[in-house]
């Protein structure tokens, strides 16, 4: 069974940058679409990123986009999530997540109930 693992989480003032790292441990993650999500209480849990296993045609909501990127190495079964000027908007618990063998393109990656594989979620607060 294929658990995720997310780190690099923390408390960091308005226009810092973070890197978040997700990991897959119990087996490899393959050909899978990878995707961060965050939530935060009282709220539905929202895409942040997703891409497929190759990398390309990554998708990023639109609060993010030009702020976050998504990036993956399938070799490692490893995903990241680097999030540079970051905002106190930006505070939420953020989630890993994979999808064994989905073949998805941009937008198309995003959807949650797709994912078959989550991490226990990593802490991001933003404050100053």
């Known amino acids: 069974q294929v658990q995720l693992v997310e780190s690099g989480g923390g408390l960091v003032a308005p226009g810092a940058s973070l890197r978040l790292s997700c990991t897959a441990s119990g087996g490899t993650l393959g050909r899978s679409a990878m995707g961060w999500f965050r939530q935060v209480p009282g709220k539905e849990r929202e895409i942040v990123a997703a891409v497929a296993w190759h990398g390309a045609a990554p998708y990023h909501a639109d609060a993010v986009k030009g702020r976050f990127s998504i990036s993956v190495d399938s070799a490692q079964s490893a995903a990241y999530l680097q999030m540079n000027n970051l905002k106190p908007e930006d505070t939420a618990v953020y989630y890993c997540?994979?999808?064994?063998?989905?073949?998805?393109?941009?937008?198309?990656?995003?959807?949650?109930?797709?994912?078959?594989?989550w991490g226990q979620g990593t802490q991001v607060t933003v404050s100053s």
């Open positions: 997540a994979a999808a064994k063998f989905m073949v998805c393109s941009g937008y198309g990656c995003a959807d949650l109930r797709k994912y078959d594989y």
